[in-house]
């Protein structure tokens, strides 16, 4: 299907988020839609999948004929699918049922129909997803898989990722691309949006590069990254060289400590972190980490072993307990577990800090969440609800919420959806921490960000937990064989 955009413009109050943009993209084809942060890109997705409309002089083309797309019914009814930063499905509900969720037929649709089709679609991209399995038991990766069959089963023959590489490991991926890859094949149109530079280089047949809500060009193979990169911010961008802390007092101390879920066993992993020292975990998804970042905030309970806070010992206790002795935790799932859909900024500001009376106020709180704003650069206002922000926006606006002053910040993900530019700035906020003495555990799958940010790395493969691995002894090839289970007793021993 060809898609084509004519002048799209959209306003949201005072907010030019999309300024007379055109853009033609043909049949067949992988088209990125390249920018930073803020630019535009979700903006523009969601008028084309239905999700918000336009400004009434806008058009949207589809193989010649001009539609009027109110909804993500009438994107599916044109063959238009979306698939979004954050799934949109129902974790506590089986595989089948949220393929079956809003579609016409009755009280008794054919399961058995639609579980064969289910397997077959997902014979056909190599995909394991089993039609009884319950969502919430999927990673990241799998609940993408599902949404991207549940989207052709319904028909979609223009197909949108908005940030699809967000959040998963390096092998998801490839298993992605080449998903991606096979649609043109099929005469599907695919639209990749990203702020990742490697991601469209590697993928798309032609780039379009949005800044500020206006589309600043387009470029086709062989890629410059540096043209890129001067599109998307005007200027070149580097990350400089890597810091390595200045480390003092043990924070967190496990002392052989095991855990366990339906899915999972880690045994006797034993570590110590001090305050300063940025610990980084590295793995598949699924490896384990997820476990132990929720063993150290006190979101789930140890089967064995002790754990101590700066010399207390808090095995056991409940997460208020930690996050009495300075211990912080920001989750991926941003709107599901970090942020509340329906409240404002200034409302999360409030919530997030001790109260100091009886009653809520408000011109305190509203004056907190302008200089959180202004500190971390979010665009929104302090009025602004945090399902109106940017997948980058939330985030930030995650990170604003952590207290003052912390003993060990827990971090899944901390930049994800985030352009280098933001990255970089993130991370210097987080290093001030450092140096007010707090330690970091973060998670991401971007092994780069590993190596640049972290003093330490922990890596994990199947329950699994390697000793910790200085930084500067090892590097991205050696550290993406050991997540696939290979050098282990050679260089990274294990914890179990």
């Avoid at 008794?108 to 014979?123: E, H």
């Avoid at 206790?317 to 991926?332: D, E, I, R, S």
């Amino acid at each position: 299907m060809n898609v084509e955009l004519k002048d799209i413009n959209k306003h949201f109050g005072k907010v030019h988020a999309n300024k007379g943009i055109n853009l033609n993209i043909p049949s067949g084809t992988i088209q990125g839609i390249l920018g930073e942060n803020g630019a535009g890109k979700s903006t523009l997705m969601k008028v084309l999948s239905g999700f918000i409309q336009a400004d009434s002089d806008s058009e949207i083309i589809l193989d010649g004929k001009t539609v009027t797309i109110d909804s993500p019914a009438d994107a599916i009814r044109f063959g238009i699918g979306m698939l979004h930063q954050d799934p949109l499905d129902f974790p506590p509900m089986r595989v089948l049922d949220n393929f079956l969720l809003g579609l016409p037929g009755g009280l008794f649709p054919n399961r058995k129909k639609i579980a064969q089709d289910i397997n077959l679609l997902a014979k056909e991209f190599d995909f394991s997803l089993d039609p009884e399995s319950y969502v919430d038991s999927l990673t990241v990766g799998e609940r993408q898989q599902l949404e991207i069959i549940r989207l052709l089963w319904l028909g979609a023959r223009v197909l949108i990722l908005d940030e699809p590489t967000t959040g998963i490991s390096a092998l998801q991926k490839e298993k992605l691309f080449a998903t991606l890859k096979k649609l043109p094949e099929q005469a599907m149109t695919v639209i990749f949006v990203s702020h990742k530079l490697e991601d469209v280089e590697s993928l798309c047949d032609k780039v379009a590069v949005l800044r500020a809500g206006e589309l600043v060009g387009e470029l086709k193979p062989p890629y410059n990254t540096q043209k890129f990169v001067e599109m998307m911010f005007g200027k070149m961008i580097t990350l400089g060289e890597r810091q390595p802390s200045q480390t003092g007092e043990t924070i967190l101390s496990l002392d052989n400590i095991s855990l366990e879920d339906a899915r999972l066993k880690i045994k006797n992993v034993n570590v110590e972190i001090k305050a300063g020292e940025v610990i980084g975990l590295a793995g598949m998804e699924g490896s384990g980490q997820g476990l132990f970042m929720r063993a150290c905030s006190g979101l789930m309970r140890t089967v064995g072993g002790r754990i101590q806070l700066k010399g207390q010992d808090v095995t056991g206790k409940h997460y208020h307990a930690f996050k009495k002795a300075g211990v912080n935790f920001l989750p991926a799932a941003r709107l599901e577990e970090g942020l509340i859909p329906g409240l404002s900024l200034t409302d999360h500001f409030i919530l997030a800090e001790q109260p100091k009376g009886i009653f809520i106020d408000r011109a305190a709180g509203q004056s907190l969440a302008e200089d959180r704003i202004k500190s971390f650069n979010i665009r929104g206002t302090p009025l602004s609800t945090v399902e109106s922000l940017s997948g980058g926006n939330q985030q930030r606006a995650e990170l604003a919420l952590l207290q003052s002053p912390l003993s060990l910040i827990l971090l899944e993900h901390p930049t994800r959806g985030l352009d280098i530019e933001s990255v970089i700035y993130i991370w210097a906020k987080l290093k001030e921490r450092c140096k007010q003495g707090a330690a970091i555990i973060f998670i991401s799958s971007d092994l780069d960000e590993v190596l640049q940010y972290s003093d330490r790395i922990l890596v994990f493969f199947n329950g699994n937990v390697s000793t910790p691995i200085d930084t500067h002894k090892t590097s991205v090839t050696e550290l993406g064989q050991l997540m696939g289970g290979k050098g282990w007793t050679e260089k990274a021993g294990k914890n179990a």
